[in-house]
Every structure is written in C-alpha cells, then in structure tokens.
C-alpha cells in the first residue's frame, strides 16, 4: 500500500506546497468571501492561476510551473486577504 503522492500514467503532476499558518487564514477569508484562485494548466508544465473574485475571472499575466504555481497561489490569497480585509 503506497502513500498516494505517487503520479501515475496519465495524470499530471502540479507539486507540493504546504501552506503556513498565514496563507491558510487568508485563503479561508477569500473563500469566505467570494475570493477564489484556482490553477489553469495550459500544458503539463505551464500553468496560470484563475482569480475569481464576485463571479468575475480574470487569469494571472505570468505563467508558473508546478514549482512556483503554489506559493504564488498564496501570495495572491495574501494580497487579496490584506488588501480588502481591512474594509471590514
């Protein structure tokens, strides 16, 4: 019995990331809020992060590979997380 992380024939392998603490409370109020990023691969190791925020998606300008996809990822959710929580 395997660990699971191992990538099998056919599936693409997007890395690893494990979020702090921070990334993890920001991501959470996005969600919370209508904030949301998802991954878009253009190809198997080209990918653009998806930012919906209120229904309304716009695609990330720089492309990433699966190395710097995630903790690109969570500097958005920061960003956002900094930029709009304060209006609270």
């Known amino acids: 019995m395997g660990s699971g992380t191992k990538v099998r024939k056919g599936q693409i392998d997007m ?4 979020q702090s603490a921070k990334e993890q409370e920001a991501m959470m109020w996005c969600v ?19 930012i919906t925020i209120n ?12 190395t710097t996809l995630w903790n690109q990822m969570f ?10 929580k304060k209006d609270e």
């Open 15 to 18: 890395g690893n990331y494990i």
């Open 55 to 66: 229904g309304k998606k716009n695609r990330s300008p720089d492309a990433h590979t699966k």
């Open 75 to 84: 500097k958005y959710y920061i960003y956002y997380y900094e930029k709009y």
């Open 32 to 50: 919370r809020n209508n904030i949301f990023i998802a991954p878009f691969a253009e190809s198997t190791t080209k990918w653009y992060l998806d």
